[in-house]
């Protein structure tokens, strides 16, 4: 077997290799690019299950980065348990070729569990008294403290949220992506694993923010090529292979697209009154949508509604295609986490999880960054409020009132979903917003293209140090 190293640079597409990324480019140029004609939806929970198993959403499952456990009558979001995939995964296909294979998956989800040698994945600690503390989860559980007594503690804030992919006084834009680096360094110094799944999510964050054409993007590309640069530089020094893959490309959007609100006009959408606050109730609704990015999986608990929803969806300004059962046989997401219905956004065309009608009756997580509680991916909390006056004041305060031992709620999150500039999750238009693989199995050439099922066998070969089969 050959030792490789999997560099998941999350929203990377070829689109934005140019003047910005001359590290990039030079591997490129002796390591021919593939585009990865995307997964379905192309978010990272999908597309990482697709990578590791070579199977589609009706193989391995996961149809979102969250869906609606019908027995619970609960949506659930970014849960972590590597089981919740089904199918073989590739580093237990490896280890039946050679007993002697050892893997570490830094940062993929679906990290808790996984058959691997060392994990790292981000998780908070929750106290009985309510707080909430920032932490990892490793395997082995030694791994974590060895690895932040040398490198200091995870850089959890800049994780996700508005502290994400912006300098500030306490981490440099990039210091996720420069903290997952030198970790992957560490475990390789450490332990040489035969695979080393590294994931970078640096781009991610402000082509999101703010789209890919702003103008900051060159300096986020600037910096995110520096690093891998020297990523690939370090590794191959020590005879490690290299691939360079990303999960999706981000695409221009400037339309929000509230289904929730729709089906609550309607009646279909149940909401009840906690606390003088309005809470989704998803088990007594017979329609709502669980939004994620620009693909939303709509539950019909009625079935004789299905064809009037459906037709209520096409009607939907800024719906693009509405999927019903034959639609999801085809694309190969028919299971049965899936919705009765799956609603796809036009391409400058996003879906949000809203469903009041009064920004004064919004849930309280609603203004916080709480990606486990919402029914639905919130792109927002990528932003401060802009009508708070001095926000980094409040900020600040609700951390003394943490720090003090008080119960403190950081509602600093805005509701004007108007503010995102990027997303995902459909099919690009234009191949050159496909993500891309960099490296690996010979016996590509530039300008071809692979299904994202094909990634599987595409690491397979490469660790096996075999060609692409045909």
């Known amino acids: 077997m050959k030792r490789t190293a999997v560099l998941n640079v999350v929203g990377l597409s070829e689109s934005l290799l140019g003047e910005s990324t001359p590290q990039l480019n030079a591997f490129r140029a002796r390591s021919a690019l593939t585009r990865i004609e995307p997964a379905f939806p192309a978010v990272t929970c999908t597309a990482q299950s697709t990578y590791l198993t070579g199977l589609p959403p009706a193989g391995h499952g996961v149809v979102a980065n969250g869906w ?49 040698d060392w994990a790292m994945t981000p998780r908070p600690m929750y106290p009985a008294d309510g707080r909430k503390i920032f932490g990892i989860y490793t395997w082995p559980f030694a791994l974590g403290v060895e690895v932040q007594r040398e490198l200091g503690a995870f850089p959890f804030p800049a994780f996700w949220g508005p502290a994400a992919g912006v300098d500030s006084t306490r981490f440099p834009a990039d210091a996720v992506s420069q903290w997952i680096a030198a970790a992957a360094k560490w475990v390789e110094e450490k332990h040489a694993p035969t695979l080393n799944l590294i994931y970078l999510p640096h781009l991610d964050y402000n082509l999101q923010r703010l789209g890919p054409q702003h103008p900051g993007i060159p300096q986020d590309l600037r910096r995110l090529d520096a690093l891998v640069g020297d990523l690939i530089t370090w590794l191959e020094r020590r005879s490690v292979q290299v691939v360079v893959l990303s999960e999706y490309g981000i695409s221009a959007v400037e339309t929000p697209v509230h ?64 999927w019903g059962e034959a639609e999801k046989r085809q694309h190969q997401i028919h299971h049965p986490r899936a919705g009765e219905l799956i609603a796809i956004a036009k391409p400058s065309a996003w879906f949000t999880y809203y469903y009041w009608h009064d920004d004064r009756r919004a849930p309280d997580f609603a203004r916080t960054v709480d990606i486990h509680r919402k029914p639905g991916y919130d792109p927002v ?48 238009a234009n191949p050159r917003e ?37």
């Not at 503010?419 to 690009?428: D, E, I, Q």
């Open 381 to 428: 909390e990528l932003f401060l409020n802009p009508q708070i006056a001095c926000v980094k004041a409040r900020i600040a305060w609700r951390l003394l009132q943490k720090r003090l031992g008080f119960r403190m709620l950081m509602d600093v999150i805005p509701l004007d979903a108007t503010l995102v500039k990027g997303s995902h999750g459909a099919r690009p």
């Open 68 to 116: 609606f456990n019908r027995e619970l009558s609960e949506v659930q979001f970014w849960k972590q348990s590597n089981r919740i995939v089904q199918g073989k995964k590739l580093w237990e296909a490896l280890r039946e070729q050679d007993a002697r294979f050892t893997c570490a998956q830094l940062f993929w989800w679906y990290n808790m569990y996984a058959a691997v």
């Open 259 to 322: 289904l929730n609100r729709r089906f609550r006009e309607l009646g279909w959408l149940v909401v009840k009154e906690e606390l003088g606050r309005e809470l989704l109730d998803c088990g007594a609704s017979r329609v709502f949508a669980v939004a994620d990015h620009q693909v939303a999986h709509v539950y019909v608990q009625d079935a004789a509604l299905i064809p009037t929803v459906r037709t209520v969806l096409e009607r939907q300004p800024g719906v693009g295609e509405v």
């Open 434 to 470: 496909w993500p891309i693989c960099i490296g690996g199995a010979h016996g590509a050439e530039t300008g071809t293209s692979m299904p994202a099922t094909g990634v599987y066998d595409w690491l397979y070969q490469t660790v096996l140090g075999r060609g692409r089969r045909t």
